[in-house]
DNA sequence: AATAAATATGTAAACGTTTCCTTCTTGTTT
DNA sequence: AAACAAGAAGGAAACGTTTACATATTTATT
């Protein structure tokens, strides 16, 4: 319809060459090595001859030869947790400062699309890559070593026994003394704690925090009213149905899908915080903006996070020999008005 | 402190050739070529030797030769917005089926920002992009089109006057006209409308659908009732601070950041739905989920939406010279107990 | 037995860049 | 005026693949 001249051939530096009247080295120089004096005017021309047919660098042909490649991934496990979505949202601006375009990717928590997706990444010889690995008891980290991929692990470390990693999270157990303490410290003693059934240490170091708060105000732990079930809103409901039966004042609420059963069980059943049961929440999830009372949060500084994770992953991929790093993170409370003091 | 011979280089496909002794030829079609005849022993001896030394086929060297880069691209302007994540976690299950690695990117509706997005892919060469454009009146598109790269415009079309896209979305003047219809036959009259400054049509398409169904029911629609105001949580509570004051006995909240700012002013101010105030939220918010009553939704197929948009791209990918398409989605009311009859 | 056809592998020329190194200008020093 | 240095630009070899084509081997056909 408009007066387009088919390329069938995306257009090229010989092109712009050609059409500059000067060499491809030239026209290269121009648009990677900015350091290299040209008499502005032949730069001028360069330029103008490459917008004039819409010339624009072929990033695969020059990453082949050059080393750089421009590209940078963060792996996540669940793309729906806005957590993951935030912290997206700021590496990326972070990278793209530095240059970098960023691929997202989402594991599903799934182990083995974990594997393909970094194959995948290792192919597109990615520069580096940000990464919270599947629950899975398995280390899938080994092909970006083997080729040598920068990589930072987030908010979910493998178990001791591993090898160390570039580390970006929160104190786990931290986060679950804190959440309890809280309750405590308003007087509550029959607390629950509602979790997830998973490989990964994340939740049992909550659990452990939780324990020994409790131990710390003379409370025994009770085992029961430790809840964990698979990964699902109806998970919550039914976790939030047993402690409720087991007569709790309290409960902290340690993982954000869970919780969100949880909430939607009690809104059905007429329950309310915090007159009929205190809460706490780990994570501060997107939907605790419309819900009032509000809920007390336990939140992590996340900003900080992904500006730590982010700039963790560009030094070692401009120094590839720094040594590895585990950044913990401290929790603090937001207050709402989901606790009642007893 | 492992067994590793540090390999400087990364290890390529002449390599392989020489553990295998074979031709760099030969290797390459055991990776590139599966209908080329080789001796099962020989493409055996290939594929040992492949993982022995650990070969991952580098995507940008092949890329530049033959035509299909493995990339594609879904560029929204909202990440935090629900929807586009969960049009994201579809798309790319399904372009994985195909093996294509999807880069996901949030323009933040910044059109400038969209721009660079789009140069730097243009620039990976990606076989083909989903676009929801930033909130502007600008097409940004020419430069995909400009190197040919197929694209799908979603949710967001640009005015009738531009060149025509491929193009999935809702019919927002059907929400509109649905949500309000359906506020009239519960025998409300007078009914706000809230939505967003938006130079894009979405939201002026939907006011469009409120008029008509107002008319329809013989209710002249009244301009003080309709409200717009930027996006923004604060913008949403002062819109209902403001059709509250207007004495409305129902709303069609018809932006999902506005609405959420409308409910916590409802929240705060010890408001209840639907006895003080009947609503209809156009689009099925995350933290919808939580909240009780449960609200009435305009919901859209977001499955079939995805669906269509990624194998719309597909399509136009194997086959260039196919014609544009445009699917409108029809939107049906999820009931919840938010409108009050009268 | 000679030839044709099919099968199996290799050679080498692309692809679009980057960058080392050479060449050509121009200006400065002697 | 000759020699040289610096400044400016280009030639051509890489980079890691793909693939058209050539070659070599085997099997089938006459």
């Known amino acids: ?32 090595n900015a350091e290299r004096y040209l008499r502005p005017e032949l730069r001028e021309r360069v330029l103008q001859a490459a917008a004039e047919i819409g010339y624009v660098k072929n990033a695969a042909a020059s990453s082949i030869k050059g080393k750089r490649r421009g590209i940078l991934a963060v792996v996540v496990a669940q793309f729906g947790n806005t957590f993951f979505t935030r912290m997206c949202v700021e590496i990326v601006s972070i990278a793209r400062q530095e240059g970098y375009v960023v691929t997202l990717c ?3 928590e799934d182990p083995e699309q974990e594997r393909i997706i970094l194959e995948r990444l290792v ?4 520069d580096g890559c940000i990464l919270c690995p599947a629950q899975s008891t398995e280390d899938n980290t080994a092909l970006l070593q083997r080729h040598r991929i920068p990589y930072v692990i987030l908010e979910r470390s ?15 157990f931290q986060s679950g003394y804190l959440a309890t303490t809280h309750l405590l410290e308003a007087g509550h003693r029959r607390i629950a704690f509602s979790g997830w059934d998973s490989p990964i240490p994340n939740v049992r170091e909550r659990v452990d925090g939780y324990r020994a708060a409790l131990r710390e105000y003379g409370v025994s732990p009770n085992q029961e009213l430790v809840l964990t079930d698979e990964l699902s809103e109806a998970a ?25 059963g949880a909430l939607q069980h009690f809104q059905d059943n007429n329950i309310h915080w915090p007159q009929d049961i205190s809460l706490v929440v780990v994570g501060t999830p997107e939907w605790t903006g419309v819900l009032r009372p509000r809920l007390t949060c336990i939140q992590r500084p996340e900003h900080q996070m992904a500006v730590t994770a982010a700039t963790m992953l560009l030094n070692n991929i401009k120094n590839p020999e720094v040594d590895l790093v585990k950044q913990l993170y401290t929790c603090t409370v937001a207050e709402g008005e989901s606790v009642l003091r007893m």
Chains 1, 2 share one sequence.
Do not use: C, W
């Open 236 to 260: 919550g409901r039914r976790m939030a149905g047993k402690f409720l039966a087991a007569g709790v004042t309290a409960a902290v609420l340690g993982q954000h899908d869970t919780a969100k």
């Open 106 to 108: 989402n594991s599903d």
């Open 123 to 126: 192919a597109q010889r990615i």
């Open 1 to 32: 319809m408009t007066s387009s001249q088919k390329p069938r051939r995306s257009v090229t530096i010989k092109d712009v060459a050609k059409k500059a009247g000067t060499s491809i080295a030239t026209v290269s120089y121009v648009f990677s």
């Open 158 to 172: 493998f178990p001791e026994s591993f090898a160390p990693h570039n580390f970006v999270g929160q104190d786990n």
